[in-house]
């Protein structure tokens, strides 16, 4: 109970820490945000302006044609005045100059008449009450809440079905080869991380916009990658290196740690880094690189594992989950001790497995093209996805528990497979 009880001291100190940590962030995000807004405002202003001077030069060049009429009707009519003054002597001129006088004077009134129509050249602007009125109501620029979707809560005892499915599109003008996405997870905003391979990138990507949000280019090709906290993530680099990456509004390479064994598949829970070799061996290190345990046997020194890949995590207790391609669903405890090994005749080549955050996982299978679904028990509540949906060598799987859509990456391919459940 005292370990237990130090354990949650320390838990809630971290929180305490992030907690602090997530208020100045937002505070930045809030800052942020009118500055969108300003910018947003300026351009309605830069485009009324636009639409004025189109107005006024519009207006502007009626008016100038309209003088010049004007101008040019005065002319003749100083030339019919000369023209008479002229003939006073002569009075045959004389009546040939009136005659050609008194056409002016008809023309000059027709002109006269379209010309006397304007009697106002000021341009007006009506500005839109929606806006205004929509401004005026709001109190806030939107809402504060506490996010927890860490925390497990009622449990779901049914199996999920498919609602519809997206293509996520995640090539990038800048990529030289078609996408290679390992391992893919949640950020704490609802955005999905994703580990180019082909192209040395992490990418980040909008699941609201189905869109490419931002990448950063990695040193070596990248694997797994995890959220470490709301700001931080870490990538499996196949030069046996975790890379740490910032999250900020352009994603950028910060630390790393250089380690002595293959990286492949890569979690974080409790500021613990879980790391798989897609061999026999499950790693443990804290943050800063410290090697705290070495899972490799199981109670009667039997190899665990085989063709490891990706971990998840328990909603309700401290259990592991390690998929691997010949094992199945391999469970451990805490300490690392082996508390069983899950097969599924309908899972072939076990390699995603992630949670939902009410107690049930989601295990890919590489071979059979499919996602099943088991409870917390590890019995197999149905098959969530299926080839005939067009799946393909799914490599791994995340769950985002506030859209309820599970995202699936694919070998090879330069899309993501985004599924909305019900």
């Given at each position: 109970m005292k370990i237990k009880m130090e354990k949650i001291m320390k838990t809630r100190q971290r929180l305490i820490e992030d907690l602090k940590k997530s208020k100045t962030e937002v505070v930045m995000a809030i800052k942020d945000f009118r500055k969108d807004m300003e910018t947003i405002i300026e351009q309605l202003e830069k485009e009324s302006i636009k639409e004025l001077e189109m107005k006024f030069i519009e207006e502007e060049s009626k008016l100038q044609e309209e003088k010049k009429k004007a101008e040019t009707e005065l002319d003749g009519l100083k030339q019919a005045v000369n023209n008479l003054k002229k003939s006073e002597r002569n009075k045959a001129q004389q009546f040939v100059s009136?005659?050609?006088?008194?056409?002016?004077?008809?023309?000059?009134?027709?002109?006269?008449?379209?010309?006397?129509?304007?009697?106002?050249?000021?341009?007006?602007?009506?500005?839109?009450?929606?806006?205004?009125?929509?401004?005026q109501k709001l109190k806030t620029f939107g809402s504060v809440r506490h996010d927890s979707t860490t925390v497990f809560r009622s449990p779901r005892t049914t199996a999920y079905s498919v609602k519809y499915i997206e293509n996520l599109k995640i090539s990038g003008q800048n990529d030289n080869k078609t996408c290679l996405l390992y391992g893919s997870c949640i950020t704490e905003d609802g955005s999905v991380l994703l580990a180019d391979y082909n192209n040395k990138k992490i990418k980040r990507a909008d699941i609201v916009k189905m869109s490419l949000t931002d990448y950063c280019c990695v040193p070596a090709e990248p694997y797994g990658v995890c959220c470490t906290s709301k700001i931080e993530a870490a990538v499996c680099l196949n030069n046996n290196t975790i890379q740490f990456v910032s999250l900020g509004k352009q994603m950028t390479t910060i630390q790393q740690i250089k380690l002595n064994h293959v990286c492949f598949g890569i979690s974080c829970n409790d500021d613990q880094l879980y790391i798989t070799d897609n061999g026999r061996l499950l790693y443990i290190y804290d943050l800063t690189g410290n090697m705290l345990q070495k899972v490799t046997q199981d109670n009667v020194g039997l190899n665990l594992f085989s063709t490891n890949r990706y971990v998840a995590f328990s909603d309700i207790n401290d259990e592991v989950f390690v998929a691997g391609w010949d094992k199945g669903l391999v469970i451990i405890d805490g300490q690392g001790k082996h508390c069983q090994t899950l097969t599924y005749s309908e899972l072939q080549g076990a390699s995603g497995v992630c949670t939902d955050r009410k107690g049930n996982l989601f295990v890919s299978g590489y071979i059979s093209n499919n996602v099943i679904q088991t409870g917390r028990d590890g019995k197999k509540m149905g098959v969530v996805v299926k080839s005939s949906d067009g799946l393909v060598c799914p490599d791994s799987v995340c769950f985002d528990p506030r859209q309820c859509k599970l995202l699936i990456t694919q070998y090879k391919k330069d899309t993501v497979k985004v599924i909305s459940l019900h």
């Open positions: 009136m005659k050609m006088s008194l056409k002016s004077i008809a023309k000059t009134e027709d002109a006269s008449c379209s010309l006397q129509t304007r009697v106002d050249a000021s341009i007006s602007f009506s500005f839109d009450p929606a806006i205004l009125k929509f401004l």
